[in-house]
């Protein structure tokens, strides 16, 4: 089993930046790769980064490109997305996820935080 733990999500204005933080304990060995999912009301879970152990490579949404970036501490288990010229529509419940290799379907990822609201007011 794997424990995840967000921290780091408030409310800000359109224009700021924030960063979210996902500790993970537990059998951290048997997760591959770490995401950061963003799910707003009525909307699917829709994935936003995510990253591998040897933080090559890490993918985003085309929606986040050049706003966010993922980051991951392995020795330490943590995972960050710092989020930078944030806008109203990445308004939303920011998920961290841990699964056995780096994939977009939110299925695919075996354990979850209970995520963090962000609100961005315009």
């Known amino acids: 089993q794997v424990q995840l733990a967000e921290s780091g999500g408030g409310m800000v204005q359109a224009g700021d930046s924030l960063s979210l933080s996902c500790a993970a304990s537990g059998r951290t060995s048997t997760s591959a790769a770490m995401a950061w999912f963003r799910q707003a009301p009525g909307q699917e879970r829709d994935i936003v980064a995510a990253?591998?152990?040897?933080?090559?490579?890490?993918y985003y949404a085309d929606s986040v490109k050049g706003r966010f970036a993922i980051s991951r501490v392995a020795g330490k288990n943590l995972v960050y997305l710092h989020m930078a010229n944030l806008k109203p529509e990445d308004t939303g419940v920011y998920f961290c996820?841990?699964?056995?290799?780096?994939?977009?379907?939110?299925?695919?990822?075996?354990?979850w935080g209970q995520g963090t609201q962000v609100t961005v007011s315009s």
């Open positions: 996820a841990a699964g056995p290799s780096l994939a977009l379907p939110a299925r695919l990822y075996q354990y």
């Open positions: 990253i591998d152990w040897a933080g090559l490579n890490p």
